[in-house]
């Protein structure tokens, strides 16, 4: 998706999920903050700020939209009580950072820790719901009233999980994985195909 972004020059900015993963903060949330504040002075005039976040075993997406004043949580099990203490008090102590720098009035952000989206049932299938979530928040770019952003809440397709898994085996394939290395596909999604039948 960030690749996709480049080329389409969205106005949004992509930070690196490992940094922000709740055992990275817990370790060292100086660091943390240190690096969500240079995110946020060096994607200053982007309409918003995503990243997945590791909460121990469970993805989620999160997506800071400084224009609206707040942070949205794609939880796909929000059924399940989570801990985000440490993650909004590096986000507001980044941003209040972030604000003194730029000299704006001193505010923190409003947190929709529970805010609705798709629900997935019970499973590993966390990734692949952030995954879906980001294409989801691209909605974002062209919403001016936060009121008016809304996704659905069902649960994904099955044929739309399937491609979401396909999308990241092509790009492994095509990005990351050497095209003359033993382990190279050229067509990821057809021989997925091929083995499941």
């Known amino acids: 998706m960030i690749v996709e972004a480049k080329a389409k020059a969205l106005p949004m900015g992509f930070l690196d999920p490992e940094v922000l993963s709740l055992s990275t903060m817990s370790s060292d ?5 240190d690096y969500l504040t240079k995110a946020l002075k060096h994607f ?34 929000r059924s ?4 985000h203490t440490l993650l909004i008090e590096v986000i507001n102590e980044s941003y209040l950072a972030y604000c003194r720098y730029k000299g704006l009035a001193e505010k923190v952000l409003v947190h929709a820790t529970k805010f609705p989206c798709h629900q997935q049932p019970t499973g590993n ?10 294409m989801e928040a691209l909605q974002i770019l062209h919403v001016e009233d936060p009121h008016d952003f809304e996704v659905s809440t069902s649960r994904i397709a099955d044929d739309v999980l399937s491609g979401i ?9 095509h990005q990351v994985i050497d095209s003359k290395g033993e382990f190279h596909c050229p067509t990821p999604g057809i021989n997925m195909l091929g083995h499941s039948q």
Not at 165 to 173: D, P, Q
């Open 29 to 33: 949330k100086s660091y943390v903050v």
């Open 165 to 173: 898994r396909e999308k990241i085996a092509s790009f492994l394939m």
């Open 125 to 134: 299938t966390s990734g692949f719901y952030t995954a879906s979530h980001m």
């Open 80 to 83: 399940q009580l989570r801990e």
């Open 44 to 77: 200053e005039k982007k309409n918003c700020i995503i990243f997945s976040h590791n909460t121990n075993g469970h993805r989620m997406l999160v997506v800071v939209v400084p224009r609206w004043g707040k942070v949205l949580y794609f939880d796909s099990i």
